[in-house]
């Protein structure tokens, strides 16, 4: 009986040591593992908080009274621009309803509303088309601009005259294949922050004859008188 009372009491006594280094082990790796992940700031997706979706994708939402809106240029030849205004997509390849030359978005400056969308080439379409589009623009009317492959081989003084009236301070220097992003309004009283543009230059291009694209984003203020 003492023999094996000794050999249970062994038995034990090694299955209690077995359990305690397992489990010594266990929390070790665990406090490691976790140690780890919030040195890493890797969190649990399911806990971890969404970030915030501001509009068009923006880096920031917009106060009240402001319109969000994004603008994307053309890239190269390959690539169409994209209008987003409110949050809504108004032009894009998406859309089916882009094209080589300007894109331009009419948009209502109070409601927000899309009024019109044309796109017109500047390589080998009519310029008056532009022209006639650019004179019946109401005032109060939001105006959207992205160039894609070519935004100036046509372009006259009298169709620079008119964006320069909406607020644009690059028209008059822009020429064959320059990219360009531009939001102004029929009635604005100043130059328009919002204007991007870069030269089409052979040292400098990021793509084969064609400068890199470029993009604006912000918050178009509503009309509210």
């Not at 006594?13 to 593992?33: A, H």
């Not at 390959?78 to 997509?89: E, K, L, M, T």
């Not at 909406?166 to 028209?171: E, K, N």
């Not at 919002?194 to 009309?223: Q, S, V």
Request: hydrophobic share 40%.
């Amino acid at each position: 009986m003492r023999v094996t009372g000794v050999i249970r009491y062994v038995a034990l006594f090694i299955m209690l040591l077995g359990t305690w280094f397992i489990v010594q082990t266990y929390f070790d790796y665990r406090w490691k593992t976790i140690s780890l992940r919030s040195w890493l700031g890797v969190t649990d997706k399911s806990r971890s908080e969404q970030l915030p979706r501001h509009k068009c994708g923006n880096q920031k939402s917009c106060p009240h009274n402001h319109f969000a809106f994004k603008i994307i240029s053309g890239a190269a030849n390959v690539v169409g621009p994209s209008i987003c205004f409110n949050d809504v997509v108004l032009m894009s390849n998406v859309k089916n309803n882009v094209g080589r030359g300007l894109n331009i978005a009419l948009v209502n400056g109070t409601s927000g509303q899309l009024l019109k969308a044309d796109v017109f080439d500047m390589y080998s379409g009519d310029i008056n088309k532009l022209d006639t589009f650019l004179q019946e623009i109401k005032h109060g009317t939001i105006v959207l601009t992205a160039s894609y492959d070519d935004a100036a081989t046509k372009m006259n003084d009298k169709v620079r005259a008119h964006f320069m009236e909406l607020g644009s301070s690059h028209v008059s220097k822009l020429g064959f294949r320059d990219n360009w992003v531009f939001l102004g309004a029929k009635g604005l009283k100043n130059k328009s922050p919002f204007e991007e543009h870069i030269k089409n230059d052979k040292m400098t291009n990021k793509y084969d004859g064609w400068p890199e694209l470029l993009e604006i984003e912000g918050c178009a203020p509503r009309k509210m008188d």
